[in-house]
């Protein structure tokens, strides 16, 4: 319960301040271009909150429904607009200041997320340093010639600090349609090479973690299989395993580390283990039966125990801080936000040419929100990367030429200017109505998937 409302606080601000700043580049320009604004809302539905301000007598609304906002501003298309304002109605304005008006609110967006990276940047951002572990047997990793404890450098140029990056450049290794990559790496020799990682195009269409498949997965340090803490409730206390025990065997198979443990542990869900353990010097054996847990992956074996002894390891070897001096970190900003706005695009095209998986690919509400709670447990500076991909995204979609967004306006717009006259209103009108069809069946369809999410289908 207390995960969930994490989530939804989470989600609501997250939403509340990308549709604001949206809504406040469409406000903005607006009023910049001498265009009278008659509601500011945040939010559909029941207003919450409402003032009247302003030499125009704005009405500011914050409605119950957090899913959006908008600028309603004066136009003759929408009511009758007095002689002394029709040079402040909307519609009798240039294309070009339509296009202003329109195009403020994406651009708010990204502009957003260029701001929040800078302020990541500057007071750093946490992150796991990129340190491969044992290659997937058969894998393109593998065939790569990765080995445990390389180190990624740089992938294609493009440095890489944390195992986030290092997802970004495989990503976009993949959506510019495959093949080999550069990736630099420093062995554990301390030795810097080149390896020529293979990609397939394919890889979009498959189902699961699309990076893990290439047989890339994090380090992680081997230590003795010894309990560091017990989780009340579970499959260790139910045997009577406590703080200290070291696991020596299971079945008759030696353990010599924790990584052996888990595996034996994950690939015996509801199976009765004879284990034996080391505890004051005295061995004995217990009998173990790993609880069923369900995962996109399949079923595994869990029983409520963690060790303690890497995180020292983890904290010295693993954990590192992406951080830089004020000006570098604004240009990283500008870096990292057309990095991602790359990647998104090159992504929607092969959505649109069925090179990508929808399924795979598009998260809705519910996936979002568990995204926005697991970022912000983690930490602010996480939290703050979260908002700015979300940003672009919003920015992004928002450029669709679907009528309903503001993309379709636009596209109204351009053939405006070819044609020479506005596009008609029962051709906008119809439009709509389109739009209302493709936004409600995108909808569901991100809904629906975001439950079988949730049911593990």
């Known amino acids: 319960m207390q995960s969930f409302l994490l989530s939804l606080v989470a989600f609501i601000i997250a939403i509340g301040v990308l549709v604001t700043i949206h809504e406040f580049g469409h406000y903005w320009v607006a009023k910049k271009m001498g265009v009278k604004v008659l509601r500011f809302s945040i939010g559909f539905g029941k207003p919450l909150w409402k003032k009247v301000a302003g030499p125009d007598q704005t009405e500011y609304v914050l409605a119950a429904i957090p899913l959006g906002g908008y600028v309603k501003m004066l136009d003759e298309r929408e009511g009758d607009v007095a002689g002394a304002e029709l040079d402040r109605a909307f519609n009798r304005k240039s294309v070009w200041a339509r296009i202003a008006i329109v195009i403020a609110g994406p651009l708010a967006n990204l502009i957003l997320a260029v701001l929040v990276y800078w302020l990541i940047f500057i007071v750093g951002i946490t992150g796991i340093a990129p340190i491969v572990g044992e290659p997937l047997e058969g894998s393109p990793a593998a065939a790569a010639g990765f080995q445990r404890e390389d180190r990624i450098v740089e992938i294609n140029g493009k440095a890489t600090p944390t195992w986030n990056t290092v997802y970004v450049g495989l990503l976009d290794g993949i959506v510019s349609g495959g093949g080999d990559v550069d990736i630099k790496v420093a062995t554990a020799a301390g030795e810097t090479t080149s390896r020529k ?3 397939a195009k394919e890889l979009l269409n ?17 230590v003795d299989p010894v309990i560091g803490e017990v989780v009340p409730g579970g499959a260790a206390e139910a045997a009577g395993l406590k703080q200290g025990d070291r696991i020596l065997s299971s079945d008759g198979v030696t353990l010599e580390s924790w990584r052996q443990l888990v595996e034996v542990i994950r690939a015996s869900a509801d199976k009765t283990l004879n284990v034996v353990i080391l505890r004051d ?16 992956e399949g079923t595994i074996g869990f029983i409520g125990a963690r060790e303690t002894q890497s995180q020292a390891v983890i904290d010295e070897k693993l954990r590192t801080v992406e951080r830089y001096p004020p000006l570098e970190a604004l240009s990283m900003g500008f870096k990292r936000t057309g990095e991602m706005i790359s990647v998104s695009v090159k992504m929607i095209g092969k959505l649109l040419t069925g090179q990508a998986s929808l399924k795979n690919t598009v998260s809705g509400p519910i996936s979002i929100a568990q995204f926005a709670g697991q970022s912000v447990s983690v930490g602010i500076d996480h939290y703050l990367s979260f908002i700015a991909l979300v940003s672009i995204s919003l920015g992004i979609f928002n450029l669709f030429p679907v009528p309903m967004l503001d993309g379709g306006h636009l596209l109204y717009y351009a053939i405006e ?16 109505q389109i739009g209302i069809a493709l936004i409600g069946t995108l909808m569901i369809f991100v809904f629906y998937q975001d439950i079988l999410r949730l049911m593990g289908a």
Not at 283 to 292: C, F, G, H, K, W
Request: hydrophobic share 40%.
């Open 197 to 199: 990682l293979a990609l």
């Open 206 to 222: 498959q189902e699961g973690d699309v990076v893990g498949s290439i047989g890339l997965g994090r380090w992680w340090p081997d």
């Open 281 to 296: 010097n005295t061995e004995s054996m217990i009998s173990l039966t790993p609880a069923m847990r369900e995962t996109p």
């Open 417 to 432: 200017l070819v044609t020479g006259r506005q596009v008609s209103e029962k051709i906008q009108i119809f439009g709509q």
